[in-house]
């Protein structure tokens, strides 16, 4: 007899909330009871769209009974106060990232999970796809050798060119760091472990805004942090790694990602932001001692002396939501679940103390700690 699935009430119903719904409407694991937003008609139509039984406030479907976890998909503003109030409630919680908007309140989310003996997941799960387990699969297998350092470049122009209302993404808990670092170190920390030192440097290039997308398009909005960061760190391995993320850069063919080992290198090569760690899939290169180039040879897809690591793994393409299949699972077999909540609250350690870093102008010790999350299995789930 097969387990009855996770029943999930959806709390935030932006755009990001189609891809979740998409992507768990498609296992037996996990069930969307209802959906809620401060918007009710918004609610409601997202409930007709995917045949939702339920639409109401945030309020009504955190008490609700028949609902066991509460997928928190609102602004980062609100992250802390919907997952504080569906914890007390009795209810697991996966939320998007980043996981908090302050270090204490994530210590108290962490403190009262484990008190109620409840589910804490947070995204990103993109390092679950097909890009990354091969990723994961090279550096066991040994291809490069044992790594030395890694590097990571994102560099966008922000999000008021597409974004119908990009306020939050400047505003506390926004930003490129909180916003796309979680991607990106989420993916070192799967595949290189914890990190115990950072330091950064960050500014900001202009005060305001200008919203180029509908319906807001000319409207100017205030810029409250830093939308350059660049930041060095440290991982316990000894490992070292350096990343550029930026809302203030209108294009580059830098690497998005790159691992280098005693014997070769991984990378990443994809010369558009969207296609660095915060997607499922895409091709992994390598180059090794053997293969490697002694004078300059352009980056392209089918230069010679890069290989293109096969994919054996599922789930290349845009997947949100299979780290709370991973979660709904993981609660069934009583273990850790990948997108765990030490997990995120060590790389929300690791951005803030970068942003330390800016601001008091030297290292600074990352004290939390996680596990690097089991590689996920082929025929998953």
Not at 2 to 10: A, C, E, F, H
Not at 299 to 320: F, I, K, L, M, Q
């Amino acid at each position: 007899m097969s387990s009855p699935p996770l029943r999930i009430g959806l709390v935030g119903c932006g755009r990001i909330s189609d891809i979740y719904l998409r992507t768990l409407q498609k296992f037996s694991e996990t069930k969307v009871v209802g959906c809620a937003s401060l918007d009710l008609g918004e609610s409601k139509a997202k409930a007709q769209q995917y045949g939702l039984d339920l639409a109401c406030t945030p309020d009504e479907l955190i008490a609700n009974e028949d609902i066991d976890c509460i997928l928190n998909l609102t602004i980062p503003a609100a992250h802390f106060d919907i997952s504080w109030q569906a914890l007390n409630a009795g209810k697991h919680i996966y939320a998007e990232k980043p996981f908090v908007t302050h270090r204490e309140q994530g210590e108290k989310l962490l403190k009262l999970a484990a008190e109620k003996d409840l589910y804490l997941g947070n995204a990103p799960d993109t390092f679950l796809g097909g890009r990354w387990q091969t990723v994961k699969k090279l550096l066991d297998s040994g291809v490069i050798g044992k790594p030395t350092s890694v590097s990571a470049f994102v560099g966008t122009r922000g999000v008021e060119r597409h974004h119908p209302n990009p306020d939050f993404y400047y505003q506390t808990g926004g930003g490129p760091l909180l916003d796309l670092g979680p991607y990106y170190f989420t993916a070192m920390v799967f595949l290189l472990g914890p990190i115990c030192r950072v330091s950064g440097m960050a500014r900001r290039a202009f005060a305001e805004r200008l919203i180029e997308s509908q319906p807001r398009a000319g409207e100017r909005i205030p810029v409250e942090v830093d939308t350059h960061v660049q930041s060095m760190f440290e991982f316990a391995s000894g490992v070292q790694g350096s990343m550029t993320i930026s809302f203030d850069i209108w294009e580059s063919d830098t690497p998005r990602f790159e691992i280098y080992g005693e014997n070769g290198t991984i990378c990443i090569a994809d010369p558009d932001p969207v296609h660095g760690a915060n997607i499922f899939q895409g091709d992994v290169w390598y180059r090794t001692r053997e293969t490697s180039r002694w004078v300059y040879q352009p980056r392209v897809p089918g230069n010679e002396h890069w290989e293109v690591a096969p994919n054996t793994h599922g789930y290349n393409e845009d997947s949100r939501g299979l780290g709370l299949v991973d979660m709904a699972l993981a609660i069934r077999e009583k273990r850790a679940a990948r997108c765990n909540g030490e997990l995120a609250m060590h790389i929300f350690d690791v951005m803030q103390g970068v942003l330390d870093s800016a601001e008091y102008k030297q290292f600074v010790d990352i004290d939390s700690r996680c596990d690097a999350p089991l590689a996920l299995p082929e025929t998953f789930p």
